[in-house]
């Protein structure tokens, strides 16, 4: 299985900053890679998939970036509905797993 | 838009059979985009890819629960089932339903269910 990893596992900041995520795959996954947002008691929804494709209606203080086995995740100007879950997902090759998560809480 | 939803027991005795359904909406479950998917999520943990099938009927399984699990289609209800065989308290997560798209080259789970928790516990 391919290994995704997530830094850092939670995340401290304040309505206005600038955030990045970063997810590691354990092999080249080219740009099969998507990020998800969950809020507690919710089911995850996807923001961006294929590295830096961002969703319908997601808003574009939300981008991604990167290919192969490392990317990003950024989120401009936090505004108090991001502070959540985040997860990516690589979906090269099955199982499609996920990373652990990163827990973005309100500074 | 497509629509799925959970259902099925909350709660399933050890060394028992757990059976979800999801039924979808807004869409069929025969169209071609879509591979019928199930995820699941243990208390306050990350997210596990279960597997999906297609409306055909084909089927792909994470090799780490292959041995217990089976899912099925129904077209006439537009729904599909999961059944995880043997449960422990290890089995215990929310379940969600979910479509996973793959088009283009890109694959990605564009609509979700609510999910269910399911407790194993005697």
């Known amino acids: 299985d391919i290994q995704m990893t997530q830094s850092p596992s939670s995340l401290s900041a304040s309505v206005g900053d600038r955030v990045t995520i970063t997810c590691r795959a354990s092999?080249?996954?080219?740009?099969?890679l998507n990020w998800y947002q969950q809020k507690p008691g919710k089911a995850p929804k996807l923001l961006i998939s294929?590295?830096?494709s961002l969703q319908s209606g997601v808003p574009s203080r939300f981008s991604g970036s990167g290919s192969g086995t490392d990317f990003t995740l950024t989120i401009n100007s936090l505004q108090p509905e991001d502070f959540a879950t985040y997860y990516c997902?690589?979906?090269?090759?099955?199982?499609?797993?996920f990373g652990q998560g990163t827990k973005l809480e309100i500074k | 838009q497509v629509q799925l939803q959970e259902s099925g027991p909350g709660l399933v005795k050890p060394s028992q059979t757990l059976s979800l359904t999801c039924t979808v909406s807004?869409?069929?479950?025969?169209?071609?985009?879509?591979?019928w998917t199930w995820i699941r999520q243990h208390p306050g943990k990350g997210l596990e890819w279960i597997g999906y099938i297609y409306y055909s009927g084909s089927t792909h399984y994470n090799p780490s629960l292959k041995s217990r699990l089976s899912m099925s289609v129904d077209t006439s209800k537009n729904q599909f089932s999961l059944e995880l065989s043997s449960v422990t308290a290890a089995d215990t997560a929310v379940y969600y339903c979910?479509?996973?798209?793959?088009?283009?080259?890109?694959?990605?789970?564009?609509?979700w269910g609510q999910g269910t928790l399911v407790t194993v516990s005697s």
């Open positions: 092999q080249n996954i080219g740009k099969y």
């Open positions: 294929a590295a830096s």
């Open positions: 807004g869409g069929s479950i025969s169209s071609s985009y879509y591979y």
């Open positions: 979910a479509a996973l798209v793959m088009v283009r080259g890109v694959i990605d789970l564009d609509y």
């Open positions: 997902q690589q979906t090269y090759s099955t199982p499609y797993t």
